[in-house]
């Protein structure tokens, strides 16, 4: 009982980090949010994330700036720097290659993701009570729909790599406009289970035509149309497992429900960097027999 409250104590200072990352945070005031003494604080969150206070909120504002080089190269790197808390751009060269490796230029050049992820290793609780989940799943009618999509084969790493040639192809080609059209991912196992290198996962665009060959390598396919439980998770995309296992493991035996022969997949409703990682929605779908 004792560990369960000051586990929920440490979740409840990383929801208020996420949620106010842009703004100056002291070891003081998220103390007293955890309810303990600064000393005590300090410890019981390096034990229970895996970093110190500091380091995760450095580490979770470098994380921001580490997509807006690469998913917004418009945007210049002094902007950047200011926008996750630095004072000068030399400031923010210093941190991101100490972290990193590499400048923030150079990253925005040729991301190494593989390095970066080394770094995101966080020793994260799922925040989401199991018994809280079931009156929040619908059984719905999903259309088919018509998808471009780019294959991903390999470590979920380097998926960033794949995003960023589909992201290229939905630019160049304006087939699947991405503030007119819906973003899927459907994995094809999952990355828990599997070696790297087995790792499998479509990322999907809608589209009303048929897709051309292109430099990518985008290609078209169906998501079928049928039954489907859906949950909606708000928040870091890193915790999705929590729901998906809930609706495997509890959910269908629940309410005697059977999955057809399609993954499960997700709807991605807005993205990061573009709004804060707390406020990312996505919707899991759980494709059902009937």
Known sequence: ????????????????????????????????????????????????????????????RLKRASYQLVFDRDQK?????????????????????????????????????????????????GRDMVMQLGDKVEVIDFPEIKIAVFEHNGSPLVLNDSIAQFIDWRKSSGLSPIKTSRTFGVPFNDPNMVEPEAFCFDICGEVKQMVPENPQGVINKLIPAGRCAKIRHIGSRDHLDDKIYYLYREWLGENDESTRDFPVFFEYLNFFPEVAEHEQITDIYLPLVG
């Not at 106010?20 to 949010?33: G, K, Q, Y």
């Not at 926008?83 to 210093?94: P, W």
């Open 1 to 60: 009982m004792k560990n369960r409250r000051y586990q929920q104590s440490i979740d409840a200072v990383c929801d208020h980090i996420y949620r106010h990352l842009d703004e100056p945070m002291t070891v003081e005031e998220l103390s007293e949010i955890a309810n303990f003494s600064k000393y005590h604080f300090h410890r019981l969150f390096a034990v229970s994330v895996g970093v110190n206070v500091s380091r995760f909120i450095q580490l979770l």
């Open 77 to 125: 790197i002094i902007d950047i720097a200011f926008s996750v808390g630095y004072d000068s751009a030399e400031a923010f060269h210093r941190a991101f290659k100490k972290n990193f490796g590499v400048s923030p230029g150079e990253f925005r050049k040729q991301p190494v993701w593989s390095d970066w992820h080394d770094q995101y290793q966080f020793k994260m609780h």
